[in-house]
């Protein structure tokens, strides 16, 4: 992956506290938000990096469509 991501990261975040910022938000609150958000997700990532691979998800189909009865 190019370093062009980071680029897109940059516009999409800018993007994302414009509409907050034009919906009322003062815009130092939205940043102070996003922040704690990201510290959220870092500990998160911490405490189980790939949850996808958890056991604890049973992978069977469900029974509850229509031609199932």
Request: no cysteine.
């Amino acid at each position: 992956m190019s370093k062009e991501w980071r680029a897109d990261l940059r516009l999409k975040l800018e993007d994302l506290v414009d509409k907050f910022v034009v919906d009322g938000a003062e815009h130092k609150e939205v940043i102070e938000a996003i922040r704690q958000e990201i510290e959220h997700l870092r500990e998160a990532y911490e405490y189980d990096p790939d949850p996808a691979e958890d056991d604890t998800v049973i992978n069977e189909p469900a029974n509850d469509w229509p031609a199932a009865t």
